[in-house]
């Protein structure tokens, strides 16, 4: 005991000795955080809309008033003629332009039907399905609120709800995204970094000359990596729950549970790198093209898993990445019980085992 | 307390070891003498039971290096070549650390490692990569000692360490010997080879002689000149393209030739090196030296 504690304590001394790299460790997550909350968002905020009315009336006006009114767009510009639609997207003035049709208020009340044409930029084509989508609600809804007045009481408008996440928020994605990258960029390369770096620095050779066990090596190893994975955990939570309003829906013990175990899973495989590796270079760019890369692609953080090919969506199912986040979706976002995620815990946990299993057998008691 | 019988070993086509075996007593200094890639570092890694040979068996302390090998880890010190502590710690937690891991603290061995850790106590707050060359030697002897080992292992202790360390350290182990540690030294200076009980000439995986220095040198039959000129370089030259005097090899400022006993006179070197054109010729017949004897024995034992 008093070995591993000294042991321990060494691994501190080198993490906390070399500035640098603590630095990065700890602000990692914090910069992540903020630049997919901030800078790279996909949320539809104040975007800029232009419109296009031949006749201004009433409708007109109140309808643009509360496009204008709501949070997710301003509009910016009004346009006189369908040749200035061109002009208005090249010059970036506005992502949305709706043209209004002649006589809108008219119409609307004779023929009870009236049109408007809602042309977006699609560079972005999610973010134009969003815009549409967004537009065509508060026009349904104003329609809503015009039903007293007009002579059809039994015009339907169709209600969409968009289910956990109302304003498309982009950080109820990437939290989840995050904490699964994070912990298995921190856990997995930094263990197996740590390892390799004593076989390449040649003390591991007076290591395994010694009664140290190896079991006290890897434990003496992880721990304080393990440490430092909890602080980046609940870095994330906070600055996510205080920064970005991203509630935790469920239990927060569940949640600490189930990041427990991913932990654990990151930590073994980063065990198992070392074990295979012996250059920290060489664990560098496994930790990296091995994990990151499938970690960030196929774990569903960015690209939706529904949407892979099959073969793709086959191999997803072996990321521990694609089950944490999935987890932390059902219980940070949907709120969820522990009986949701039995099928995330118990991959996990396999995962887990085996690869505690495999690079406890792959540890080598001596040097080749 | 060594004993190493029929050692081979060989990475893919590489050979570093072919056929090893000797036995070392306890309380003795044994110096594994030899060139660099000669297999030393090798044949030590095998005794500390880091890799395992391909064949052939060896016991240290009675222990098999491949069945008992924990226990092996437990008794033994081991120096490796490379500079092998932590070097972002200081030397204090470096020795502390080692203490631990070997189940022991600074205090309880203290008067082993007092001679050779007072030298470097002053500098204890000093992160190991900042220290000398000398004093990374002393703080790793004082790691490697730390637990009290029955046998220790100095893989080429004194490489890159200057003269003064150098002379020093081996007095260092003379007192260890003294209180019954055998020690295994490995070195590619042949001038520390004196300073053995007992002394192994290995290369190219082979050992070519094991015994005491002093026997070494007495069973060298030959005589020996040590030779000087104005012009070094051609009297190499001029001496090796003579069938007599090709058994010749530069030795820092002098030639040595060697001849087989009694054959030639010094005159007749003399003469012949006139004729081919030097001046301020020297000629001395000198004592053979344990580099002399290695070059005689390498040289019968043609690889």
Known sequence: ?368 | MVKCIDLHKSYGQTIALQGVSFEVNAGEIFGIIGPDGAGKTTLFRILTTLILANQGSATVNGFDVVKDYREIRKCVGYMPGRFSLYQDLTVEENLEFFATVFNTTVEENYELIKDIYQQIEPFKKRRAGKLSGGMKQKLALSCALIHKPTVLFLDEPTTGVDPVSRKEFWGMLKKLKAQGITILVSTPYMDEASLCDRIALIQKGKFLSIDTPLNIVNQYKNQLWAVRSMNMSKLLNDLRSNKSFENCFAFGDSHHVSIENKKLEIKTLEEYLLKCGHTDIEITEIQPTIEDCFMEISKDTTL
């Not at chain 1, 800078?39 to 309808?63: C, G, N, W, Y």
């Not at chain 1, 002009?87 to 208020?105: G, H, W, Y």
């Not at chain 1, 189930?258 to 760019?285: D, H, K, P, R």
């Open chain 1, 1 to 368: 005991m008093k070995q591993l504690l000294s042991f321990v304590r060494k691994e501190f001394y080198h993490i906390l000795r070399d500035k640098t790299t603590i630095l990065i460790l700890l602000l990692m997550p914090i910069i992540q955080i903020i630049l997919f909350g901030f800078a790279l968002t996909t949320e539809v905020k104040d975007t800029r809309v232009a419109v296009l009315i031949p006749q201004s009336d009433e409708i007109t006006t109140k309808l643009v008033e509360r496009i204008h009114a709501s949070s997710y767009f301003d509009v910016v510009n009004t346009i006189q003629s369908s040749y200035e639609i061109q002009k208005t997207f090249r010059d970036s003035q506005a992502k949305l332009v709706l043209v209004f049709e002649n006589d809108f208020a008219a119409k609307l009340k004779h023929d009870g039907i009236a049109h408007i044409q809602l042309i977006a930029d699609a560079t972005d084509p999610n973010a134009a399905t969003s815009f549409t989508f967004y537009v065509s609600n508060i026009i349904a809804s104003y329609q809503q609120d015009m039903i007293g007045t007009m002579k059809n009481p039994y015009q339907i408008t169709p209600e969409v709800k968009m289910l956990y996440n109302p304003q498309m928020i982009g950080a109820f994605n990437f939290v989840p995204g995050v904490l699964g990258m994070i912990l298995i960029l921190i856990c997995a390369m930094m263990t197996s970094i740590a390892i390799v770096r004593e076989k390449e620095k040649g003390t591991m050779e007076i290591l395994l000359v010694s009664p140290m066990r190896p079991i006290y090596t890897i434990l003496a190893k992880i721990t304080p990596y393990f440490v430092l994975s909890c602080i980046n955990f609940l870095t994330i939570i906070i600055l996510s729950v205080f920064v970005l309003k991203v509630p935790i829906a469920g239990s927060f013990f569940t949640l600490v549970i189930i990041s427990m175990l991913y932990i654990f899973v990151a930590l073994a495989l980063g065990l198992l790198i070392s074990t295979l590796t012996e250059s920290q270079v060489a664990a560098m760019l496994i930790s990296g093209m091995a994990l990151m890369i499938p970690v960030m692609l196929l774990s569903g953080m960015i690209f939706p898993i529904e949407n892979m090919p099959l073969p793709l969506q086959i191999f997803s199912n072996v990321i521990p990445a694609r089950w944490y986040i999935s987890a932390v979706k059902l219980v940070m976002i949907q709120g969820l019980g522990f009986s949701a995620i039995i099928k995330e815990m118990l991959v996990l946990s396999f995962m887990a085992i085996t690869l505690i299993v495999i690079s406890l057998k792959k540890f080598k008691v001596r040097l080749e």
